[in-house]
């Protein structure tokens, strides 16, 4: 299974270690949407997502990029994640606009995955912000449990590289 993850992580690098936790156990390469030709994501088998959330929604860049994926040609798989200062909503997801625009675009949104996250939003900068050590070892070793568990589902073949 040939993975690749996009994301974007600009505060304080919470997402990014998130996304390189998941990109073990997935064999993945963990890259930004400028560093990406949309076009490029045809060869994967497994794509994923993610950023921090930034006024309960994904990151502009990501949103954009998304917005600018051909549709697929063949059908791929997807997955989303999102690193906060608060943990998501049920009755409105982070992830879920996201979630709906990937599928428009012709992706089967497989699963998803949030970690809370160092969050210096306006009202909690004077006192340097909330979940300041987040995330943590615990948090990491989800993320790559999450990525493992992914992995194996979707291609279970015996000694499968990953």
Known sequence: ?????????????NTRRIA???????AARVVEPEE???AGLADHDLVGFGSGVFTGRLHPRLRRFVDALPPAARPSRAFVFATSG????????????????LAAK??????GFT??????WLPF????????????????????????????RLDPRPGATR
């Open 1 to 13: 299974m040939k993975a690749l993850i996009v994301c974007v992580s600009v505060s304080h690098g």
């Open 20 to 26: 390189d936790a998941m990109a073990r156990p997935l």
């Open 36 to 38: 990406l030709d949309p």
């Open 86 to 101: 608060f943990p998501q909503p049920g009755f409105r997801p982070f992830t879920g606009p996201l979630e709906r625009r």
């Open 106 to 111: 012709g992706f089967e949104v497989v699963d």
């Open 115 to 120: 970690a809370r996250g160092h969050d210096t």
């Open 125 to 152: 900068r004077p006192v340097g912000g909330i979940n300041k050590q987040r995330p943590d070892a615990r948090d990491l070793a989800a993320a790559g449990a999450f990525a493992t568990r992914l992995a194996a």
